[in-house]
């Protein structure tokens, strides 16, 4: 089961993901992030994947999904701390320069 914990500081909202990310555990993620960022309107999200056992391409959806909603409202997204498994995904998908 994946989870995600917030810190907001200054202009940067940071997600800290754990766990195993598919199809049903992204749908939850993705609210949750949602949630975060609309109550405090980030100028940059930080999602860090450093607790994440698994993604599967349900993960790349989600980063694609919050990259749009901070282009929107202008803002960017970094992600950090991928694990090489993680990062092979990103890879795949020609999104590691996120």
Do not use: N, W
């Not at 200054?10 to 993705?30: K, M, P, S």
């Not at 990259?67 to 990103?90: C, D, F, H, S, Y």
């Amino acid at each position: 089961m994946a989870k995600v914990t917030f810190t907001h500081a200054g202009d940067t909202l940071i997600a800290y993901l754990a766990g195993e990310i598919d199809h049903h555990t992204a749908q939850l993620l993705r609210e949750q992030i949602d949630g975060q960022i609309a109550g405090c309107m980030p100028g940059q999200l930080v999602l860090d994947f450093g607790g994440v056992d698994f993604m599967d391409s349900s993960g790349v959806g989600l980063i694609l999904g919050r990259a749009k909603q901070m282009q929107a409202l202008e803002g960017r997204i970094t992600v950090q701390k991928a694990p090489p498994a993680v990062a092979k995904m990103l890879r795949l998908a020609r999104i590691e320069s996120i």
